[in-house]
C-alpha cells in the first residue's frame, strides 16, 4: 500500500458503517482483497464471522482463491456449504497475462463451475480477449466482469477496449460490474461527463438485465468517497426507467450473487 497513501489505512467493518452511513445500503456483498496466499485463510475466517452476525447485513461472500496453484480451495473447507458463499475471484490484472490459460487454473475452474459459483473477473482492457476465452470455455459459470474492464478514462481511450468489451458481452454468461470507474478518471480533475460515455458503452453492450452496481470500497478512496461514486452512478442512471434503475442498484445483485 506504499504507493497508495489514500487507502493505507484501516478499512474495517467500523469504517465501513461509516462511510455508509445515510447511503441505505440494504445488503452488501463481500468481494476479496487479494490478500497473500498465506492470509486467505485468516481473511476468510473473519469475513465468515463478520456474515454470521446479521447486523452487518453481508449478504454474499466471493472468496479469494489462487486458482492456478494446488488446492485452491483448502482454506474454504469450513465454510464450503455455508449458504453466503457465493462465488470466487482471482484477481488477473496483477497477474502474467496466460494464467487464466494454465492446464491447472482451468482444471480448478471446471471445480468453480461444478458448485455453481459465479467467478469475479478483475481484468485489464489488454487481457478482455483473454477473458473472452475463459468466459467462453465455461459456459455453466456466471462471470461478473469487475470495474468494466478498467478503461483508461483519464487517457479517454474508448479503444480497444470498446470492440473487446463488446465482443465479451456477446458470452451470454458473463455481466458487468459498474465498479471502479471514478479510478479509472483523473483522479484531481473528473466528472460525470468524463464517465458518461464509456457508462453508455457498458450499458449498450450488456442491457439493464446483466449490469450491476458495485462500490469498490475502500480502493475508490483513491480518488472520492463511496458517497460520491453513488451520487455519481445516480446522475449516470437518472435517464433510466425507475424499473432500470432498481435493477441496476439492486435486483440484479440479487438474482446474480442469488442472495436472500
Same mark, same amino acid.
Given at each position: 500500500?506504499?504507493?497508495?497513501? %489514500?487507502?493505507?489505512?484501516?478499512?474495517?467493518?467500523?469504517? $465501513?458503517?461509516?462511510?455508509?452511513? +445515510?447511503?441505505?445500503?440494504?445488503? &452488501?456483498? $463481500?468481494?476479496?482483497?487479494? @490478500?497473500?496466499?498465506?492470509?486467505?485463510?485468516?481473511?476468510?475466517?473473519?469475513?465468515?464471522?463478520?456474515?454470521?452476525? #446479521?447486523?452487518?447485513?453481508? +449478504?454474499?461472500?466471493? %472468496?479469494?482463491?489462487?486458482?492456478?496453484?494446488?488446492? #485452491?480451495?483448502?482454506?474454504?473447507?469450513?465454510?464450503?456449504?455455508? #449458504?453466503?458463499?457465493?462465488?470466487?475471484?482471482?484477481?488477473?490484472?496483477?497477474?502474467?497475462?496466460?494464467?487464466?490459460?494454465?492446464?491447472?487454473?482451468?482444471?480448478?475452474?471446471?471445480?468453480?463451475?461444478?458448485?455453481?459459483?459465479?467467478?469475479?473477473?478483475?481484468?485489464?482492457?489488454?487481457?478482455?480477449?483473454?477473458?473472452?476465452?475463459?468466459?467462453?470455455?465455461?459456459?455453466?459459470? &456466471?462471470?461478473?466482469?469487475?470495474?468494466?474492464?478498467?478503461?483508461?478514462?483519464? +487517457?479517454? *481511450?474508448?479503444?480497444?477496449?470498446?470492440?473487446?468489451?463488446?465482443?465479451?458481452?456477446?458470452?451470454?454468461? @458473463?455481466?458487468?460490474?459498474?465498479?471502479?470507474?471514478? &479510478?479509472?478518471?483523473? #483522479?484531481?480533475?473528473?466528472? @460525470?461527463?468524463?464517465?458518461?460515455?464509456?457508462?453508455?458503452?457498458?450499458?449498450?453492450?450488456? +442491457?439493464?438485465?446483466?449490469?450491476?452496481?458495485?462500490?469498490?470500497?475502500?480502493?475508490?478512496?483513491?480518488?472520492?468517497?463511496?458517497?460520491?461514486?453513488?451520487?455519481?452512478?445516480?446522475?449516470? &442512471?437518472?435517464?433510466?426507467?425507475?424499473?432500470?434503475?432498481?435493477?441496476?442498484?439492486?435486483?440484479?445483485?440479487?438474482?446474480? $450473487?442469488?442472495? *436472500?
Amino acid at each position: 500500500m506504499d504507493g497508495f497513501p %489514500a487507502i493505507k489505512r484501516r478499512a474495517m467493518i467500523e469504517e $465501513y458503517r461509516a462511510a455508509t452511513d +445515510g447511503l441505505h445500503i440494504g445488503q &452488501t456483498v $463481500y468481494v476479496d482483497t487479494d @490478500v497473500d496466499e498465506t492470509d486467505l485463510g485468516r481473511e476468510i475466517a473473519a469475513i465468515f464471522s463478520l456474515a454470521d452476525d #446479521p447486523v452487518n447485513r453481508i +449478504g454474499g461472500i466471493v %472468496a479469494g482463491a489462487k486458482l492456478e496453484k494446488p488446492e #485452491p480451495f483448502a482454506h474454504l473447507a469450513k465454510w464450503l456449504l455455508h #449458504p453466503k458463499l457465493k462465488g470466487i475471484r482471482r484477481v488477473l490484472h496483477t497477474q502474467p497475462d496466460e494464467l487464466s490459460r494454465e492446464p491447472r487454473f482451468r482444471e480448478n475452474m471446471r471445480e468453480v463451475e461444478r458448485r455453481a459459483w459465479s467467478f469475479d473477473l478483475c481484468v485489464l482492457p489488454r487481457q478482455l480477449p483473454l477473458a473472452r476465452d475463459l468466459v467462453g470455455s465455461f459456459p455453466g459459470v &456466471t462471470f461478473i466482469l469487475d470495474h468494466c474492464g478498467g478503461p483508461d478514462i483519464k +487517457g479517454r *481511450a474508448l479503444d480497444p477496449w470498446r470492440r473487446d468489451l463488446q465482443d465479451l458481452s456477446a458470452q451470454s454468461n @458473463v455481466v458487468c460490474k459498474v465498479s471502479g470507474l471514478i &479510478t479509472c478518471a483523473d #483522479p484531481r480533475n473528473w466528472s @460525470v461527463e468524463d464517465l458518461r460515455p464509456f457508462f453508455e458503452h457498458v450499458v449498450a453492450c450488456f +442491457g439493464w438485465d446483466r449490469l450491476l452496481w458495485g462500490g469498490d470500497w475502500p480502493v475508490c478512496n483513491l480518488n472520492a468517497s463511496l458517497k460520491d461514486w453513488l451520487d455519481a452512478a445516480k446522475t449516470l &442512471t437518472a435517464r433510466a426507467t425507475e424499473e432500470q434503475r432498481a435493477k441496476f442498484f439492486e435486483g440484479n445483485a440479487r438474482r446474480i $450473487y442469488r442472495l *436472500a
